[in-house]
Structure formats: C-alpha cells, structure tokens
C-alpha cells in the first residue's frame, strides 16, 4: 500500500491479547472483520490498492495482539511513510510485555504517536503509569469497562491532535526551511559582500599606489623639463650646453609619452579593443633592433647586453612585429632597470608544432635582483610591482610585464617566470604562436622590417624632406599653432593660420574658389564653434578635392577611422612628431599636385566638383 494522506490521517492501533477487544473497537468505530476480510480478498486478487480504503467513519484500524507484535506494526508503518495516529494499548497482555512496558518502545519507534492506555486500575494506580511513562500530551488512559461514545470522541480528538500537530511540524519545518536558506543566502551574500569589499579597498589600495607612481612617474621628467627650459629662458648657456639641455628635455618628454602610451595600451587591453596584425617579419631582426635600442641604457648602467640566435630559427614569420618589439622592449627593458652588475641576455628560439607554424620563444635572463614567490604572484598585475620598495627604489608604472603578456597572449602565446630567487636574478619567457610563410603562397600580409616606431632617446627621425607648398593649419591652441607654424617654416612650407573649424573652413573654400587653393590642411578635430570633423565633412560636401590631414590628441581605437570617415586623407597623433608629420605632408603634397587640374576645370565649369568618398576625390 502506498503512503497515506497524512493530512487526514486516521490510522489506528488495537493492541490487546483478547480477541474480542479488537471486534468491540471495530464496531464501536466503524470497521468491522468483515471489511478486514473483504479487503485482505481484495488485495490477494487484484494487488495493493495506492491507498488504503476508508472505512465508514474514516478509520484505519491494524490488530496486534503482544507488545512486540505492536512495535514490529508500528516499524513498519514509519518505514513505509504510514505512521498511526493512534493506538488503544491494553495494560495487561501475557505473556509478554505488558502496556506499561510497550509504550516506551513504541515511543521510541514513533515519538508522534498517540496511545492510550486501557486499564481497570487493578494492576497500576494512575500515579504509579505517570511514575514510569511520565507526563505527556499523547498519553491518556481509558478506564475499563470503556463507554462507546467516549472511545468515539477519544479517537476523534487524538487522530485530529495528531493531524494539527502534524501541520503544525511541517509549518514550522518549512519555516526553518526558509529561514535556513535566507540565513544561508545572507551568509553568503555577507561573505561576497565582505570579499567585494576586500577587493574593493585592495583595488582601492593599487589606486592609490598606482595614482602615486604615476604623480611620480609624471612629474619627475616634468621637473627635468620645466627646470631645463627656465635654464634655457634666463641663462646664457653655451652651444654644447643648449644643445645638451635640449636632449634632456627631449628625452624626457619621450618618457611622459611612454607612460601616456601605456596607460592607453591597458585601457584597451581592459576594454578588449586592442587589436594585433599578423604579416612577415624576420624574428632575428626584431630581437636585434631591440637589443641595439636597448644597448646604450644597458651600458649605462655597466652591463652587458647580449643577444643569441639559436638554430632552427626561421627566417622569416608571419606574426605582429611591433607587438614582438614591444614585447621584448620591455622584458629587457625590466631586466636592465633591475639588475645592478652583470649581463642581460636575450635567447630566440623556435619549437615546431606542425608544418608551417610553430612558437618563436624569447628569454630574458638576467644577474638582478631576482624575486620572491610572493612577488612573483603579482608582477603580471596590472599597477603593481614586485612590492612598494620596488617601485620607490626603481620607479616605473607597474604596468609593462601586464602589457606584455595580455600582448603574448593575443598572439597566442604568453609570458611567464622560469626561474627567479632573491639576489640569484630571473628568468622571464615570451611566447608567441607563428606561421612560417610558404614560399609558393606568400606572407598573409606585406612584409615589414621597419625599425620600432619609438627612436632611441634623444634622437629624431632621418633627415625629412623639404616641402614647397601652402598649408593651412586649423588648430586653436595658439602654442600649438606656434609650433607647427615653425617646424612647416624650417621645413620650406608657407604657412597660414585658422583658430576654428569654422574659419578653416571659410579660408579654405576661399582659396579653392580663388584658384590658389592650399596644398594641404592640417586639421586639429577637437575645436570650438566648429570641429574639425564637422568641417571637414562640409568641405567634402561642398567638393573640396585636396588633402585634408587630421591632427588629434585622442589616440583611441577607432580615432584614426573616425577622422577618415569625416574626410581625412590621413591622420598623425599628438604629440606630433616632426620628422613623421613633414613626410606625410610631403606625400600629401605630391598627391595633391594632380588634382588641381581637375580643381581648375571644376572651377571654370566645364565639369561639376567630384563626389568624396573614402579620403579619394571619385572621378
């Protein structure tokens, strides 16, 4: 039979030795051994019902006839999730337990069941049954001879106790149910709470370290520049003097430009929008360029700096070459700054993985200071050095080992620490997942070996060109516009000026319309009244054919796009640098010589202004 509905539970035990007891209840509460029969036919013929079947005024009534018989009953209705609310228990019952003695075991098999002791009194006076079974709310005694209607009402009340105190158990388990997992969902929600708020003064912590090194990392070269350019305001200093003086000062506003361009380079790595390229290189040149870059800061310091080709090394791969001088860059770059005497080495190697392709591996070992297992857990994290005497005895972000490998690792690769003790030096390895481009098919992209974009401190471009044209400069920062004026002038340029996109615009269509249209505008996007995004799309829209270069300080993903969109031909960051800024205007000039024919003949009408489309006039 399958569990009973416990919510309308009227299960009852009959336990007494005499037979006709049991006959007496069934027909005092309704079943009578007839219904037992019909049901035991019932059950041999077409098997156990799901539940049991009620009788007429709701009762269940089960027979055991010796005190272990009850127990056994009781068991096994637990067992089956059947328990009886109530069982009638006869005091005396030879030859076995008595009731006195089978109530505590049916206790223990079924604390909730409520029993009644049928008694006469002539073996156990009430206090000597209170003595040995003790006070309790499921314990009553029915005096023998019984009246009817008190063993009716008897089982009518105890079933329903049983019944309510039953709901009330579940209530108060569902209850502590729900207060168990609010109390759990709290605790947990407390403990997120208190590791959100570990994290957040731990990230609250490197703020504040990291806002700290920065201050230091920008105003010491500030101080150098500032200092410097006072020197060269109020003293009388000699030509070597100057031109020393102008070194520093150039030196360090590189050094500003490479904690700018790291900033940067985290912000996108965190945003995931810095992106990589993928065309030939030669790996042996990469590794050389970087160890010539770095070989004066390594002499400096009374180090040697070596680098190794190991054989087997291709001699050309696919993969992003300035991400690999980068990369490398600052891997030696931290070697050097950490090591007072000894050498530096840079090792390449490469380890086939399958045909075409493979890893190219660069170590850095180094005779430094070494690290700590603890330092070693947080130097791959972003604003943070080995600890805060590190960053106060040697200085720097604490970003570039973060760079290097979330760089590693776009390339499919990464960077780790080999080996490393305190005092012993370190040994870093960069890996970067290539392929070898095959002779018949080519490289996936043009070839570079162009040097790194960044010259050697203090040094400026090769030689540019000269140019030999008029530009407009559209720029409303008047130092700016001092600046640029000088270096186009030296370079042979005839310069003219607007403060505003909107005056740009004007001068521009002016000289279009006049015949003696400029060479080039140098556009700054980010102006007053007008931007240089807004004129420069109403210039192409009104059919202006000449080139038009964007100047910007935004140096973002997406900047350089932005500009060509609006209708640049090209695009330079700032801080500008000369050397670069005078070729790309050079070319542009070349460029622009072939459309001013077609210029003159829109201007005399024998054809309309072409249409603007992609940086190119559409003919």
């Avoid at 030859?95 to 223990?108: C, F, K, N, S, Y």
Wanted: contains cysteine; negative net charge.
């Amino acid at each position: 039979m399958g569990p009973v509905d416990l919510a309308l539970n009227r299960r009852i035990l009959i336990v007494d030795d005499n037979e006709a007891i049991h006959d007496d209840f069934r027909k005092i509460l309704g079943q009578s051994r007839q219904d037992d029969s019909l049901a035991e036919d019932e059950t041999a013929l077409f098997g156990a019902p799901d539940a049991p079947a009620a009788p007429s005024d709701g009762y269940a009534l089960d027979s055991a006839f010796q005190g272990q018989d009850a127990l056994a009953a009781v068991q096994r209705a637990v067992d089956a999730g059947r328990p009886y609310a109530l069982a009638f228990v006869d005091v005396r019952m030879p030859p076995g337990w008595d009731g006195v003695e089978t109530i505590p075991h049916l206790w223990r098999a079924d604390p909730a069941l409520h029993i009644v002791i049928c008694s006469a009194y002539s073996d156990h006076s009430w206090d000597e049954l209170i003595a040995k079974l003790g006070l309790s709310d499921r314990l009553l005694i029915l005096k023998k001879p019984f009246d009817a209607v008190e063993v009716r009402q008897i089982a009518v009340a105890l079933t329903e106790k049983w019944i309510l105190a039953r709901q009330a158990k579940l209530k108060v388990e569902e209850v502590e149910s729900i207060v168990e997992t609010r109390t759990r969902d709290l605790e947990n929600a407390r403990v997120e709470l208190a590791s959100a708020r570990d994290a957040a003064e731990a990230a609250n912590s490197a703020k504040s370290i990291f806002l700290a090194n920065m201050s230091h990392e920008i105003r010491t070269p500030l101080t150098a520049i500032l200092g410097y350019v006072e020197n060269l305001i109020h003293w009388d200093l000699a030509e070597d003097e100057r031109h020393s003086v102008a070194l520093t000062i150039l030196r360090n506003g590189e050094h500003l430009l490479t904690v700018l361009n790291d900033i940067l380079d985290v912000s996108k790595i965190e945003a995931g929008q810095l992106e990589t390229e993928r065309v030939e290189c030669s790996p042996a040149l990469v590794a050389r360029e970087v160890a010539d870059l770095m070989r004066v800061r390594a002499e400096q310091r009374g180090l040697e700096l070596a680098h190794e080709i190991s054989d087997g090394l291709p001699e050309r791969v696919a993969s992003d070459p300035t991400r690999l001088r980068q990369i490398l860059a600052n891997l030696v770059g931290n070697a050097i700054k950490f090591t007072h005497e000894g050498s530096v080495r840079l090792i390449v190697r490469f380890e086939p993985a399958e045909p075409g392709a493979g890893v190219l591996s660069f170590e850095v070992a180094d005779t430094g200071i070494g690290m700590t297992p603890e330092q070693v857990a947080r130097v791959f994290q972003p604003f943070q050095q080995a600890d805060s005497t590190t960053t106060r005895e040697f200085g720097g972000t604490g970003l570039g080992l973060y760079i290097s490998r979330r760089l590693a690792q776009l390339l499919g690769g990464d960077v780790s620490v080999v080996e490393t003790r305190p005092g012993c030096g370190t040994r870093l390895r960069a890996t970067v997942a290539v392929q070898i481009p095959s002779p018949s098919t080519g490289a996936p992209a043009p070839a570079t070996d162009q040097p790194p974009a960044a010259a050697p401190e203090g040094s400026d471009d090769s030689k540019p060109p000269r140019l030999a044209g008029r530009v407009l400069l559209v720029e409303d920062g008047a130092d700016n516009q001092r600046l640029i004026e000088a270096i186009l002038c030296r370079a042979g340029a005839e310069v003219a000026l607007a403060h505003n996109g909107k005056v740009g615009l004007q001068r521009a269509m002016e000289a279009w319309k006049s015949g003696s249209p400029f060479d080039v505008i140098l556009m700054d996007m980010q102006m007053p009244i007008m931007d240089g995004y807004e004129a420069t799309r109403a210039l192409r829209a009104a059919g202006y054919p000449l080139p038009v270069i964007a100047l910007t300080a935004h140096a973002m993903r997406g900047d350089s796009q932005k500009c060509i969109d609006a209708g640049c031909d090209d695009y330079t960051p700032k801080p500008i640098r000369r050397g670069e800024l005078i070729r790309k205007i050079h070319a542009h000039m070349r460029a622009a010589t072939s459309v001013c024919n077609a210029c003159a003949e829109a201007l005399e009408g024998r054809q309309g202004p072409k249409p603007w489309k992609g940086g190119r006039a559409v003919g």
